[in-house]
T-cell receptor
Framework: SQQGEEDPQALSIQEGENATMNCSYK?????LQWYRQNSGRGLVHLILIRSNEREKHSGRLRVTLDTSKKSSSLLITASRAADTASYFC??????????FGKGTRLSVIA | DAGITQSPRHKVTETGTPVTLRCHQTENHRYMYWYRQDPGHGLRLIHYSYGVKDTDKGEVSDGYSVSRSKTEDFLLTLESATSSQTSVYFC????????????FGPGTRLLVL
């Protein structure tokens, strides 16, 4: 069964606005990863945050991790139409492979 | 796509026939994975491999088998295809341990009639 659950399932914003997506999970993790998927394509890794980290940045992306609440958020600042995609969180616990959530569909309207 | 190719990219088959999907990588990574992606379910792990001839089951392995006789190739076989196996299948690799970043292939769209 899925470990991570993204929220919201779908998000529509105007270009230039910030987009925030959340991920909640159930058990302890080694790390949490965010991926993007453009329509009809494979997933692309965005960022990995380890369980002992609280915040990480990569360009316009900011990821936070709160292990006490078992949650993470992905913030995309100054969104662009090209950011339109589905975004997935994936968790790793123990020696098991990644377990993906069902994703958030982001639409950025120009 | 990190040197990962999948073949075929599209396939239509009939219920009851065997189907084999191929994942090929050019960078000698140890870990390889097969996922299926369905609306409302996200990505679910079918099988994965941590070396030649070393494989393990994932969340949705029933009706699927895998083989890895060479580092670069990971084959997924639907022993007797069913309509419920209509899906998009993705192969992925990871550079280090199974917990690290994964890189995905372009996917195979399979329709079972």
């Amino acid at each position: 069964s899925q470990q991570g659950e993204e929220d919201p399932q779908a998000l529509s914003i105007q270009e230039g606005e910030n987009a925030t997506m959340n991920c909640s999970y159930k058990t302890s993790i080694n790390n949490l990863q965010w991926y993007r998927q453009n329509s009809g394509r494979g997933l692309v890794h965005l960022i990995l945050i380890r369980s002992n980290e609280r915040e990480k940045h990569s360009g316009r992306l900011r990821v936070t991790l709160d292990t006490s609440k078992k949650s993470s958020s992905l913030l995309i600042t100054a969104s662009r139409a090209a950011d339109t995609a589905s975004y997935f969180c994936a968790t790793v616990g123990g020696n098991t492979p990644l377990v993906f959530g069902k994703g958030t569909r982001l639409s950025v309207i120009a | 796509d990190a040197g990962i190719t999948q073949s075929p990219r599209h396939k239509v088959t009939e219920t009851g026939t065997p189907v084999t999907l191929r994942c090929h990588q050019t960078e000698n990574h140890r870990y390889m994975y097969w996922y299926r992606q369905d609306p409302g379910h996200g990505l679910r792990l079918i099988h994965y491999s941590y070396g030649v001839k070393d494989t393990d089951k994932g969340e949705v392995s029933d009706g699927y088998s895998v083989s890895r006789s060479k580092t670069e190739d990971f084959l997924l076989t639907l022993e007797s295809a069913t309509s419920s196996q209509t899906s998009v299948y993705f192969c992925a690799i990871s550079e280090g341990q199974s917990r690290e970043t994964q890189y995905f292939g372009p996917g195979t769209r399979l329709l079972v009639l």
